[in-house]
C-alpha cells in the first residue's frame, strides 16, 4: 500500500535561510513524488514532481526537491526562504505501476520569520 | 485562478439539512476528483471521474453523494451529516484518470461546518 509522510507538523524558518521540509513515502512499484502548497483561503497549488531522471527536481518559486531511493525519502528544500513562502506543504505520492490514486501526507506547516 | 471554481466558500449546515457542493472547472480536463481536507490529516481522496464515471468510491458514507453530469461539472449532495464532517472539501481535475502522474488542479475549496 502507498504512503506518505510528513514528520513535522511546523517548521519555522527565518528569512534569508535555507529551509527544508521533510517527506518519506512507501510504495510497492515507481514512485511518482509531488509537493504541493497551500495558501490562505487558496487550493493546493502545483510546485514540483519527479518521474524519472535527475534525483534534483526543481519547480516554481526557487523551490527544488531531492530523490533519494534509498532513504525512500524526497525533501523539499529552498536555499533562501521569504516570508511570503509561509503556507502549508504537502507531499504527494502515486504508484507508477499502475495505481491511479495520489496519496497525500498530512501537511507541514511553514512559517518564515522576517 | 486555477481554472477551477467551487461553491459555496463557505457553508453552515444543520445535521437534518440537504445541501450541495458545486465544482466547476475551464480547463477541458476530462477527470474530476473530491478530496477531504482535515486539520493535521492527510488529504483523503473520496471521490474520482473520469469522462463522467465513477472510477473512484474510498469507502465514503452514503450521506455523501457525488454527481457528475459532464466533464466540467462535478457536485457533492449531502444529506444527514455529523459534526466530524465538518472539512475543507476540495475539488480537482486533471486531463484523464490515468496511470500517468498528471499534476491535478485544485479549487479553493468549500469550507463546510456541520452543526
Known amino acids: 500500500a502507498q504512503s506518505v509522510a510528513q514528520p513535522e507538523d511546523q517548521v519555522n524558518v527565518a528569512e534569508g535561510n535555507p529551509l527544508t521540509v521533510k517527506c518519506t513515502y512507501s510504495?510497492?512499484?515507481?514512485?511518482?513524488l509531488f509537493w504541493y502548497v497551500q495558501y490562505p483561503n487558496r487550493g493546493l497549488q502545483f510546485l514540483l514532481k519527479?518521474?524519472?531522471?535527475?534525483?534534483l527536481v526543481k519547480g516554481s518559486y526557487g523551490f527544488e526537491a531531492e530523490f533519494n531511493k534509498s532513504q525512500t525519502s524526497f525533501h523539499l528544500k529552498k536555499p533562501s526562504a521569504l516570508v511570503s513562502d509561509s503556507a502549508l506543504y504537502f507531499c504527494?505520492?502515486?504508484?507508477?505501476?499502475?495505481?491511479?490514486?495520489?496519496?497525500f501526507g498530512a501537511g507541514t506547516r511553514l512559517f518564515v520569520k522576517a | 485562478e486555477t481554472g477551477v471554481t467551487q461553491t459555496p466558500r463557505h457553508l453552515v449546515m444543520g445535521m437534518t439539512n440537504k445541501k450541495s457542493l458545486k465544482c466547476e472547472q475551464h480547463?477541458?480536463?476530462?477527470?474530476m476528483y473530491w478530496y477531504k481536507q482535515s486539520a493535521k490529516k492527510p488529504l483523503e481522496l473520496m471521490f474520482v471521474?473520469?469522462?463522467?464515471?465513477?472510477?473512484e468510491n474510498n469507502s465514503v458514507p452514503s450521506r455523501f453523494s457525488p454527481e457528475c453530469p459532464n466533464s466540467s461539472h462535478l457536485f457533492l449532495h449531502l444529506h444527514t451529516l455529523q459534526p466530524e464532517d465538518s472539512a475543507l472539501y476540495l475539488c480537482?481535475?486533471?486531463?484523464?484518470?490515468?496511470?500517468?502522474?498528471?499534476?491535478?488542479?485544485f479549487g479553493p475549496g468549500t469550507r463546510l461546518l456541520v452543526l
Open positions: 480537482a481535475s486533471s486531463p484523464r484518470d490515468t496511470s500517468e502522474p498528471e499534476t491535478q488542479y
Open positions: 510504495v510497492s512499484g515507481n514512485p511518482y
Open positions: 519527479y518521474i524519472t531522471g535527475d534525483n
Open positions: 504527494a505520492v502515486r504508484d507508477g505501476s499502475g495505481g491511479f490514486k495520489t496519496i
Open positions: 480547463l477541458g480536463h476530462n477527470a
Open positions: 471521474y473520469n469522462f463522467k464515471e465513477q472510477t
